[in-house]
């Protein structure tokens, strides 16, 4: 059912009865799948997506271990941007930026995309500077940056603690198209999208091998649910990735980390957009709902627990209180934390694996949400055509053997750094 | 959590610098490339027991081993790096 206006006030009229499930709950089907995307979280659903709508494969399965979304799809903190400096990264992040910013219309589903700005805030000569040479890479790329003086940023975001001792507000670098989306919304858009397409989402499957030929060949994938054939293999399993080609044998140059989040109580509209803190690690925005939603550091040790210590807390509470103390008032309602896949220079890896007939979607560390339209559009390219698409030509897994990183903090291999 | 540290006992992991997976070995000099890519960058990042290294920043200044549970969080162990002494 497409859905307007008038379908709308159609249910509406007849008491909202006639609405259906938004998407199909599939079997394994026996003949198998042209491609199997392991992963119903965002990226994998769209993957999904992209492969049905751009290149006409509809025998595609998305196999999923417990309910689509369930993973970082529903712990992440919603922010979308296009604010990377590095040439491997700027093009693909703004084609995502591009995508979201029709994706609502693409999907006939309301993700809640808000382009309400995204503001980086300096606290330094130095860090302008470093601020403006970013900007500016931005610009060259066909985003948009605006570097934001004192009284700008006061007009924006008033309540901020300019006088800081320590860290005193000098401006910002703002990206009026960033904003936010509706995490949960991107997954049943794309959910649904996909299976009006002919899509199979299998939920409660859990990958637990790979099917190989003689020659060693990926040849399908065995889960819980019995053995599934398919042409190839796609991962896109996010903080999971090790541990799914461990299945196969295979090392990636990649470990997971959690990152927590937090959510206060709902509080009426009083944060505009995202505001980040240029001088320790915190960054807000605030939900339709009206909670605060803010996060800052990943804990910094390996993990797949997905809750995480409270150093962290504090420091980010700390981070939170320096840069707009007003915020003290308001309640923790929740916290999680999700297992981010950190790879060794902190980009992403979009491509195929040493083995046959797998490809590899990982490495997105604590970023892939905003990736997600990008990264399902850039996967679905690979998987159909073998090459990768023009705005996902560096995030090559054998980067990390050619020295061709993509390390867009500099701080070298060591993952609780980025 | 808390790490037990040889030489100071169990103490807050906030004292503590992690550097990560202790398992990977450097090469001898002289090695290959290939030997010193595995060495850099390719993980086991196992879902259960690890054995790291940790730094003890604001103690004694000394590098341990720490046996840890990466689902948990559990800390079973605290050693010297190295030959037993």
């Not at chain 1, 999904?48 to 979304?69: D, F, N, P, S």
């Not at chain 1, 993973?71 to 922010?79: H, L, S, W, Y």
């Not at chain 1, 995202?274 to 009206?290: L, P, R």
């Amino acid at each position: 059912m497409r859905y307007s206006i008038f379908s709308l006030a159609r249910q509406a009229l007849h008491r909202h009865r006639g609405w259906g499930p938004a998407w199909r709950d599939a079997e394994p089907a026996e003949a198998g799948y042209d491609v199997v995307i392991v992963g119903g979280g965002g990226h994998g659903l769209a993957t999904a997506y992209y492969l049905a709508r751009v290149h006409g494969l509809t025998r595609v399965a998305v196999i999923e271990k417990g309910w689509i979304g369930g993973g970082n799809a529903g712990r992440n903190t919603t922010i979308i941007r296009s604010n990377y400096g590095l040439p491997g990264n700027e093009p693909f992040y703004e084609f995502s930026m591009k995508l979201w910013e029709g994706l609502e219309r693409e999907l006939n589903y309301n993700a809640m995309v808000s382009q309400r700005g995204v503001l980086n805030l300096y606290h330094s000569d130095p860090q302008r500077d470093a601020y403006a040479r970013r900007g500016n890479a931005m610009r060259l790329h066909g985003a948009d940056a605006e570097l934001l003086d004192r009284d700008g940023v006061r007009a924006m975001v008033p309540f901020l603690d300019f006088e800081n001792a320590r860290f005193p507000v000098q401006g910002g670098l703002l990206q009026r198209r960033g904003g936010t989306a509706r995490h949960d919304a991107v997954v049943w858009g794309y959910a649904r999208a996909a299976s009006a397409l002919g899509v199979d989402i299998i939920q409660n499957c859990e990958l637990t091998g790979f099917l190989t030929d003689a020659s060693g060949a990926v040849t399908g994938v065995e889960t819980t649910r019995g053995p599934i054939r398919a042409g190839k293999v796609g991962l896109a399993v996010a903080g999971n990735s090790s541990r799914a080609v461990a299945l196969a044998g295979l090392t990636l140059p990649i470990e997971s980390h959690v990152l927590q989040a937090f959510v206060s109580e709902g509080l009426k509209p009083v944060i505009p957009g995202v505001v980040t803190f240029g001088a320790g690690h915190f960054y807000i925005s605030q939900s339709d709902k009206g909670g605060l939603v803010f996060g800052g550091d990943i804990d910094g040790y390996n993990s797949y627990a997905q809750r995480g210590n409270l150093p962290v807390v504090e420091d980010v509470c700390e981070g939170g209180m320096a840069v707009m103390p007003m915020i003290g008032r308001a309640r923790i309602l929740r916290s999680w934390g999700g297992i981010a896949d950190m790879s060794m220079d902190g980009s992403p890896i979009i491509d195929a694996s040493p083995l046959p007939g797998l490809w590899l979607n990982a490495g997105w560390c604590y970023g892939g949400f905003k990736a997600t339209p990008a990264s399902g559009y850039c996967f679905a390219h690979l998987l159909a055509t073998e090459t990768p698409h023009e705005t996902a030509t560096a995030f090559r897994l054998d980067r990390f053997r050619t020295g061709r990183l993509i390390d867009e903090k500099g701080v070298g291999a060591q993952p609780n750094l980025h | 959590m808390r790490i037990p540290c040889p030489f100071c006992g169990s103490r807050d992991s906030r004292e503590f610098v992690h550097r990560g997976d202790a398992g990977p070995a450097r090469p001898a000099d002289g090695a290959d490339a290939e030997a010193m890519f595995d060495y850099v960058y390719q993980r086991a990042n196992p879902a259960g027991l690890i054995r790291e290294h940790w730094y003890h920043a604001q103690g004694c200044r000394n590098w341990i081993v720490v046996e840890r549970d990466t689902r948990s969080h559990a800390v079973s162990g605290g050693a010297w790096p190295g030959p037993a002494r």
